[in-house]
């Protein structure tokens, strides 16, 4: 009876030599959270990476050392200054008004140096002596900024005819502004032509560049200028029916009218009124031009 009361310890008691001990319980099945938990610290998702270093916090991994500074603390940075950063504040503030210096001085000097080419105004004007002094003599200008001078004078191109007759008779008519004329038929129009603002005018400035203040040539195109100028005002003189029906234009005489563009009143400047005439001489016309053809 001992024996069989006790047979469950001594079925757990050392095995006697060539019995066979009692076999060892199977294990059971794994719950889904053990496997979880295993195959977390497999394959590193628990955050260590599969690995035993320590984790990072956030943003700490571009700091220096790795450890996250506070909010407002500015890390230096390792990177060599060039420039004027790299001087010393003293050093930094003398560059800097040297700087300032050369810029003025330049300033001033661009600012002379266009005075002294630009057409006489009143700036110009008022501070001649000192404009000299800057300029002359190591910066000198032989050039103009505008090229020719913009025109302060008004000029008008005139014409005076001698018609004669079939009896032999002739008589001199008034003057024709032509200049007059152009402006009337250029005031209102939108589309001007090329004639009407350019013709004249450039003729008149052909023949004053080719001749001398005594109206004589000056070099080979001074009797083209002549003849050039002398065709227009034939043309002008019929196309205004300067000879009448029976009559024709034997004679022509230009001559130039020049006054002065008034100055504004803030300039205090003064500029005379009276007109300046220039009259060339008699022009006799070819058989071909006296009514109004090209001889």
């Known amino acids: 009876m001992d024996a069989q ?3 469950s310890d001594a079925g757990h008691g050392p095995a006697e030599p060539g019995v066979p001990g009692p076999r060892a319980p199977l294990p059971g099945p794994a719950s889904p959270a053990d496997e979880t938990d295993e195959t977390d610290r497999t ?3 628990d955050g260590t990476d599969g690995t035993d270093e320590p984790a990072v916090p956030a943003g700490a991994q571009d700091q220096p050392g790795g450890v996250e500074q506070p909010p407002g603390v ?3 940075s390792d990177a060599p200054r060039t420039g004027i950063a790299a001087l010393s504040p003293p050093y930094r503030i003398g560059a800097a008004l040297a700087l300032a210096a050369v810029a003025v001085a330049v300033c001033v000097h661009l600012g002379m140096a266009f005075l ?7 700036v110009s004007r008022k501070h001649s002596e000192t404009i000299a002094d800057w300029i ?3 910066f000198e200008q032989n050039w103009k ?7 302060q004078q008004n000029v008008s191109v005139q014409v005076r005819a001698e018609i004669r007759w079939p009896d032999g008779s002739s008589r001199t008519t008034g003057w024709y502004d032509l200049s007059a004329q152009d402006g009337r038929d250029i005031d209102g129009n939108p589309a001007p032509s090329h004639t009407q603002q350019n013709e004249l005018r450039r003729a008149w400035d052909f023949y004053v560049s080719t001749h001398d203040d005594g109206n004589r040539p000056v070099g080979l195109r001074g009797a083209l200028s002549e003849s050039y100028l002398r065709r227009i005002m034939a043309l002008r003189l019929d196309r205004a029916d ?4 029976h009559g024709e234009v034997a004679r022509v005489q230009v001559r130039s009218r020049t006054t002065q563009v008034p100055p504004p009143e803030w300039s205090g400047e003064k500029a005379s009124d009276e007109a300046e005439y220039r009259e060339l001489p008699w022009w ?12």
């Open 74 to 76: 500015q890390v230096p």
């Open 136 to 138: 002359y003599p190591e």
């Open 116 to 122: 002294h080419v630009a057409p006489p105004n009143t």
């Open 145 to 151: 900024l505008f090229a020719p001078n913009p025109l």
């Open 242 to 245: 300067a000879a009448g029906p």
């Open 284 to 295: 006799p016309l070819p058989k071909g031009e006296t009514r109004g053809g090209v001889g």
């Open 5 to 7: 009361d006790k047979g």
């Open 43 to 45: 394959d590193g998702t």
